[in-house]
């Protein structure tokens, strides 16, 4: 019954804003999938492989030398790869949404003008549908985009933020 009626008020929102709509609807809900992705590596996995790199690295005799640095710094760059592996895709994501917004927003206004080209400038009803299809999905990549910003920065900021421990953790015995 629930699942029935909010299916059918997507479906009815969906109409409202035109096929542009379920494009942004279907971009949004992968960037957040990603997100989620993201959020749950960093708080179960990484932890646990971070733990195991600095153990291996302490476990280590020769922490001085120049090929110690180097190992060091290939153990940093493969945790940091692993950390940041979805983060320029969602950030690519988040770019998109709202190009896909403004392209909702002409392809209604193509709708509005040929309606006014069809019935002439003063059947209102017939514009308002091209009306609503410009500005709802402009209005739904712009929140899609917002939303995304916040999570692809505070994913970003993570990165810089354990990489420093990460480095600070395996610092080089002179």
Known sequence: MFFA??????????????????????????????????????FVWHKQLKQQTISSWNARDDKSSWFAEQIR???????????????PIIQSLVALCPLLGLMGTVTGMIEVFDVMAISGSGNARSMASG???????????????????FASTWLARIGKTEKTHIEDAMTMEH
């Open 131 to 149: 009306v609503s299809k410009a500005t709802i999905p402009t209005m739904a990549g712009m929140v899609g985009a917002l939303s995304g910003v």
């Open 5 to 42: 009626e909010f299916f059918e008020a997507i479906r009815d929102f969906t109409e409202t804003g035109g096929q542009v709509l379920l494009v942004i609807g279907v971009l949004i809900f992968v960037m957040w999938l990603l997100i989620l992705e993201r959020a749950l590596y960093y």
């Open 73 to 87: 710094q290939a153990q940093i760059s493969r945790l940091m790869l692993k950390l940041n592996v979805s983060v």
